[in-house]
């Protein structure tokens, strides 16, 4: 299992430096501000953290049911962070700053209780497969907060990001 974890994360990294490289020759950095060079956890927290504050920036927060705090999920601080990963709405939210349009937060729940986490899971790799991503993540495995999916899912996201600007 270990050697198979080590597989996702390296083509993850693959897969995010040709992504990069594509839009740095087309002259388009890889994040909102600054291109990232060396992919590593923190770059991968830092720049999905950039994302959503931009988009905050631009945007406002989100008009959501009250229910749902959205404030205090805005940023993460390490991937181990399961009160803020697990409940998927720091992912809705990127994928929010990245394709507003494509998020009905009708839809979105609190994320409390299990059943909502997985609901809120399930909205966010529905939405993130249509949008274009490829993910390996299973919702039930987001919500459980497996450090390892929720490095790979966000990876993935900001793999979308990167090929939504070129």
Request: positive net charge; charged residues 20%; aromatic residues 10%.
């Given at each position: 299992?270990?050697?198979?974890?080590?597989?996702?994360?390296h083509h993850l990294f693959i897969?995010?430096?040709?992504?990069?490289?594509?839009?740095?020759?087309?002259?388009?950095?890889?994040?909102?501000?600054?291109?990232?060079?060396?992919?590593?956890?923190?770059?991968?927290?830092?720049?999905?953290?950039?994302?959503?504050?931009?988009?905050?920036?631009?945007?406002?927060?989100?008009?959501?049911?009250?229910?749902?705090?959205?404030?205090?999920?805005?940023?993460?601080?390490?991937?181990?962070?399961?009160?803020?990963?697990?409940?998927?709405?720091?992912?809705?939210?990127?994928?929010?700053?990245?394709?507003?349009?494509?998020?009905?937060?009708?839809?979105?729940?609190?994320?409390?209780?299990?059943?909502?986490?997985?609901?809120?899971?399930?909205?966010?790799?529905?939405?993130?497969?249509?949008?274009?991503?490829?993910?390996?993540?299973?919702?039930?495995?987001?919500?459980?907060?497996?450090?390892?999916?929720?490095?790979?899912?966000?990876?993935?996201?900001?793999?979308?990001?990167?090929?939504?600007?070129?």
């Open positions: 299992m270990a050697f198979l974890w080590q597989l996702m994360r897969f995010l430096k040709q992504v990069h490289n594509a839009n740095q020759k087309s002259g388009l950095a890889a994040g909102p501000s600054s291109p990232i060079n060396k992919f590593s956890d923190e770059n991968l927290i830092s720049w999905a953290n950039e994302i959503i504050s931009e988009a905050l920036n631009l945007r406002g927060m989100p008009e959501i049911d009250s229910k749902v705090s959205v404030e205090q999920k805005c940023r993460i601080k390490t991937f181990r962070d399961k009160h803020f990963l697990n409940d998927s709405i720091f992912y809705i939210l990127l994928i929010w700053a990245i394709k507003p349009d494509a998020i009905d937060w009708i839809i979105v729940k609190s994320g409390v209780v299990p059943e909502e986490r997985i609901e809120n899971a399930r909205y966010a790799t529905s939405v993130a497969r249509r949008l274009g991503a490829l993910t390996f993540a299973h919702p039930e495995d987001i919500a459980q907060g497996s450090a390892r999916i929720q490095k790979i899912f966000l990876g993935n996201l900001l793999g979308l990001n990167m090929y939504t600007m070129s």
